[in-house]
């Protein structure tokens, strides 16, 4: 059953968010200067990774504070989609980093460059850091919204990169085995482009107008036929206005003699009562 999702839309959490925001600028800057120095790509990798990181955060920011405006006369059912467009954008930029890696790493591959490991390892071992530090403060705003899961998604999928990364600069260090590096890189870059692939899905469904994964057509078919006073259905919408709401529009053809009002009333009851789905729209209409 759908249900409203907790938003944790407060200055907390907006706090939360603009404070790794700053962590992730400063951490990046510190990481292309140590890959440009040590010459490692996995390092810049990394440190590309973290910018997005910090641009995803900075777009899911900015989409939560037009969300919390009220509907208006432009836009009658809110503000609440634009995390939606920001979740859809922080993840088509995971996915074209992704292929940027993928592309740099296979270059690599076929010509290995000296690597200072130490940088890379010290480096790698404080983004770790971070990453996890920027994970645990976007944690639970994530649970209730897609736009910041797009954002914890980049972090997750970070942290991942720097503990290749390490491996990578401490197999540098111990066997001076320089391939590693473009191998970490486009490991990073299978790990990120899975987690985009796997989270636009749902975003692109939901702009689409689609129906919400959770419920099926055919049961709400099923539950408004089941109505007393309904004798079929000639025409049925249903879709997602935001992540945690749904909504249908049903025109109901009634039996003789029933009265539209109350079988009108019966057919919301039942959409509220079986799916938890509030704002519908029923038009009954005589055979």
Request: no cysteine.
């Amino acid at each position: 059953m759908p249900h409203d999702h907790v938003h944790h839309a407060g200055p907390e959490g907006d706090r939360r968010v603009a404070l790794a925001v700053g962590v992730n600028i400063v951490l990046t800057v510190a990481q292309v200067v140590g890959g440009l120095l040590s010459g490692s790509l996995a390092l810049i990798a990394d440190a590309l990774h973290n910018l997005s990181d910090a641009l995803s955060l900075i777009i899911a920011l900015v989409a939560r504070r037009i969300a919390q405006r009220p509907a208006d006369d432009q836009m009658t059912f809110g503000y609440g989609r634009a995390e939606v467009v920001a979740a859809l954008v922080n993840l088509t930029t995971l996915i074209v980093l992704g292929l940027f890696l993928i592309y740099e790493g296979i270059g690599r591959l076929f010509d290995p460059q000296p690597i200072d490991g130490w940088i890379v390892v010290i480096l790698a071992a404080i983004a770790l850091v971070v990453d996890l530090v920027t994970a645990f403060l976007t944690y639970a705003m994530a649970k209730g919204s897609m736009n910041i899961r797009a954002a914890f998604l980049h972090n997750l999928a970070d942290a991942l990169g720097s503990v290749g990364v390490i491996v990578a600069g401490t197999l540098v260090l111990l066997y001076d085995w320089r391939l590693v590096d473009p191998i970490v890189t486009l490991g990073i870059a299978a790990y990120i482009l899975w987690h985009g692939v796997a989270e636009i899905g749902p975003a692109i469904r939901l702009l689409m107008l689609g129906t919400p994964p959770e419920v099926e057509t055919g049961a709400v078919r099923e539950a408004i036929d089941g109505v007393e006073g309904v004798a079929r259905i000639s025409h049925l919408h249903l879709w997602q206005i935001d992540e945690g709401k749904t909504s249908v529009e049903a025109r109901v053809v009634l039996i003789a003699g029933s009265d539209p009002v109350a079988t009108a009333r019966a057919v919301k009851a039942a959409l509220n009562d079986r799916f938890g789905i509030a704002h519908a729209t029923v038009e009954p209409q005589q055979d």
